[in-house]
């Protein structure tokens, strides 16, 4: 089935430094992908679309300078945390668009705690 | 309304116990109905897909939607600790690149 690889799993960062998390589409390529953000016990909350060889949509209130997302090939998508802050502690997640049994396939996510 | 409600929890069911889980909409527009199971700190994972009204059953697992009702249902039967998660339900117009509207999840516990 459809995997979606994300990297890293988990990262600790300092204040004001920029962190990269990465998703990769292991056996199909994926022209969009979705990058969420989840605060404990609530549900996932879209911040923005990227697409293949254009630039992302980001949902309203999300700050495009801040949440960097680039999709330079079918089977990988980045998001880049800029200029770090405490508020930006949040596990965010990618989901690219399922094949055959249809579906959304998600990452496994990435927990960001900035100290 | 929220276009989507799922009740939160906890659900706390003994081992063994017929779990139902429940999600109302709001968009007589959804025909993509799903739901994702999504342990602690991991990404959710496909569990059941279906489209339209009807049953789907997967193992222990079945899925309802009532479209007229606007109810979407997840049966599991025979529950496990294993099986103690998030669940949350997911819905869309159309397949492919729609985006899905979420549920908040419903944090399931069953205990031995």
């Known amino acids: 089935g459809a995997v979606v690889s994300q990297h890293p799993s988990w990262v600790i960062c300092k204040s004001g430094t920029s962190v990269k998390i990465e998703c990769r589409s292991l056996?199909?390529?994926?022209?969009?992908m979705f990058w969420y953000r989840q605060f404990p016990k609530q549900s996932l909350m879209l911040m923005a679309t990227?697409?293949?060889?254009?630039?992302?949509?980001?949902e309203q209130g999300v700050e495009k300078d801040k949440f960097l997302i680039n999709h330079a090939s079918l089977t990988l998508s980045t998001l880049t945390v800029t200029s770090a802050h405490p508020e930006d502690s949040s596990f965010y997640i990618c989901?690219?668009?399922?094949?055959?049994?249809?579906?959304?396939?998600f990452g496994s996510g990435t927990r960001l705690t900035v100290v | 309304q929220k276009e989507v409600e799922q009740d939160p929890g906890p659900l706390s069911v003994p081992e063994g116990a017929i779990v139902s889980l429940n999600c109302t909409y709001s968009?007589?527009?959804?025909?993509?109905f799903m739901w994702y199971r999504q342990y602690s700190r991991k990404g959710p994972e496909l569990l059941m897909y279906?489209?339209?009204?009807g049953n789907k059953e997967d193992g222990r697992f079945t899925a309802q939607v009532d479209k007229s009702s606007k109810y979407i249902s997840l049966f599991i039967r025979d529950s496990q600790p294993s099986d103690s998660a998030t669940y949350l339900c997911?819905?869309?117009?159309?397949?492919?690149?729609?985006?899905?509207?979420f549920g908040r999840g419903t944090s399931l516990i069953v205990h031995p």
């Open positions: 056996d199909f390529q994926a022209t969009t």
């Open positions: 997911a819905m869309s117009a159309s397949g492919g690149s729609y985006i899905p509207t």
């Open positions: 279906t489209y339209s009204s």
């Open positions: 989901s690219a668009p399922g094949t055959g049994a249809g579906g959304y396939t």
């Open positions: 968009n007589s527009a959804f025909q993509y």
């Open positions: 990227s697409n293949e060889g254009s630039k992302a949509t980001y």
